[in-house]
């Protein structure tokens, strides 16, 4: 069955740069697209970037200075950098599985990575 | 980028009541619309794709409507268990979320 899950620090020092990996499972990173959203606590939901399936990505324009999404396909990982965190960057991180073919929305999300910023 | 309005921010209603629930493109996103519902907790769950279509699974008393940059979400005779936020997401270009809506019961 399709599964994904976020993992990485709890606690990331301000400054610093915060490093995910997401791991799925059931389904090839090569034909599936795969996205970041992220959280803050009790707000919206924030899309951060794509990995898409041929390798290459895109970002928020808002956080493309200072993101980078790569991935490891013989590992089925797929990986988030971002750096200088400030403290607006708490929030849960979420990897999801774009759905098959021209369906853009997203069937399936790990269960979140809570990150805080704090020194 | 595409801005997405939701509104209402926070909805109370009653059990057995119909809820609707509106979100609004800064352009037209051509029936590129999904909503989702999260639980606290929880990750967001996929209800509604292409603006009208129901996901497999979802109880049939969600339904989606609208076109152009108007969309909405209903749900008729509310459960206690649709207690939630819910998120409405445009994928015509990228992807931008609303700023969601938390619906209690009253």
């Known amino acids: 069955q399709v599964q994904l899950m976020e993992s990485g620090p709890g606690l990331v020092q301000p400054s610093e740069t915060l490093s995910l990996t997401c791991t799925v499972s059931?389904?090839?990173?090569?034909?599936?697209?795969v996205h970041w959203v992220r959280q803050p606590p009790g707000k919206g939901l924030e899309w951060m970037g794509v990995m898409w399936s041929g390798g290459s990505t895109d970002y928020n324009s808002a956080l493309k200075s200072r993101l980078s999404i790569s991935r490891d396909t013989s590992k089925n990982q797929v990986f988030l950098k971002m750096n200088s965190l400030q403290s607006e960057d708490t929030t849960t991180y979420y990897c999801?599985?774009?759905?098959?073919?021209?369906?853009?929305?997203?069937?399936?999300w790990g269960q979140g990575v809570m990150v805080t910023v704090s020194s | 980028d595409i801005q997405m309005t939701q509104s209402p921010a926070s909805l109370s209603a009653s059990l057995g009541e119909t809820v609707t629930i509106e979100c609004r493109a800064s352009e037209d996103i051509y029936n590129g619309l999904a909503w989702y519902q999260q639980k606290p907790g929880k990750s967001p769950q996929l209800l509604i794709y292409?603006?009208?279509s129901l996901h497999t699974g979802v109880p049939s008393r969600f339904s989606g409507s609208g076109s152009g940059t108007q969309y909405s979400l209903k749900i008729n005779s509310l459960q206690s268990e649709d207690v939630a936020s819910y998120f409405c997401q445009q994928y015509y270009d990228y992807r931008t979320f609303g700023g969601g809506t938390k619906l209690e019961l009253k």
């Open positions: 059931g389904f090839s990173l090569t034909s599936y697209n």
């Open positions: 999801a599985r774009e759905g098959p073919g021209y369906n853009l929305y997203f069937d399936y």
């Open positions: 292409n603006a009208n």
